[in-house]
């Protein structure tokens, strides 16, 4: 009996142990997150005081997060009314960034790989991009042609938009970013 | 007495039926007691097991970056992870438009100078310790006549550096200590326009990296 009991517990202890912590560090932890409007940045993930689920997390992959003082990444995976990115609709991603030496705005899928769709192109850098008479960001990402900056996205199902700025000040006190400091991702609509 | 004997007779069964029935009820309770006792014991184990898993993971993990580019760089100069010769993981979540070299270090043999020269397009420099995370990293914004230059040493070199510095002298160079004593220095370069990236890519691989003495 006090056998049974003490396998009971070290079994329980063990299976619940380890599956917890699997599973806390399969995706990036909720702790540390930050949340801007439509984007997700994890600023302390670069940083010496980096929590342990994260860096737990980071050393399960090949992962070379940017420093805090290097950049800051930002992931949506949802527009600004809160629906997640689905590659049947056209977005409309309008705005400015923080004042950063450079940036680059990306569509990816939930790994941070780009598609491979026929058309060589994944993202924007904030030199390549066209933009309008006030400099702000003007894109249109959709599965067909559009005119002007166009971000061609997977026929359908679940992408994000990956937005980095490098040398940026923002990236030492993340925490203040506004979302009208970002750009915005509205629906156009959808097939 | 005849009137007794068939009732003490009737009467016995039905206390022992009540005392069994008891010992069962009692049996019931102190085993779910000791189940739930149990479960407790478990559920807390479970929280220990979950703590040392979660800090053990950086140490024990062998799928890291620095794992997987421990070999790239320990010739003296930065070398391209994007190289499609060698048969590396690519780092995940990378943006396309960076170019990125890698030296590995190991400060057992001692303190490391990372010494880089900047150009026109943004590089940054950033340490990156075994087991996940980010030690240090510095942008060219922060370099003197066009050279980013810094040493990598361990807390231990750093007080025997300390020791030997000349009394009333100001030392010129940027130390950077490192919590552990392998690791990777990441430079990567931002290649706004496709035309850039021979430039990036030569940047990048001109980060040189070797012994600090």
Known sequence: ?????????????????????????????????????????????????????????????????????????????????????????????????PTTRGWTLNVTDADGHAFRLPLERSGFTDAEIVRDESAGIRAIAGTTPEAGNWLPLPIRGRFQFRLRLYDTPISGHASELRPESLPRIGRIDCR | MTTFKPSHGVSHPVVAKAKRTMSWRQRITTAIRRFALATLAGLVLAGIVHIVTVLLIPLLSERDAATAYAALGTGGQAELVTAQTADLPAPRDADPALVTAVCSYDLSAGPMRVVARVGSLPLGLSLHRRGGGVGYAITDRAAIRGVLEFVVMTAEQLDERLARDEEGETTRELRVVSDTEQGLIVARVLAKLPSDRPDAEAMAKGVACGLAD
């Open chain 1, 1 to 97: 009996m006090r056998l049974l009991t003490l396998s009971y517990i070290i079994a329980l202890g063990a299976g619940l142990g380890l599956a917890s912590a699997h599973y806390a560090v399969a995706e990036r932890p909720p702790l540390g997150r930050l949340q801007v409007g439509s984007w997700t940045a994890w600023p302390r993930s670069g940083g010496r005081d980096v929590d342990p689920y994260m860096r737990a997390y980071l050393a399960r992959g090949v992962h070379l997060p940017l420093g805090s003082g290097e950049g800051l990444e930002l992931i949506a995976e949802r527009d600004e009314s809160g629906q997640a990115l689905d590659g049947r609709c056209r977005y409309l991603i309008t705005g400015t960034t």
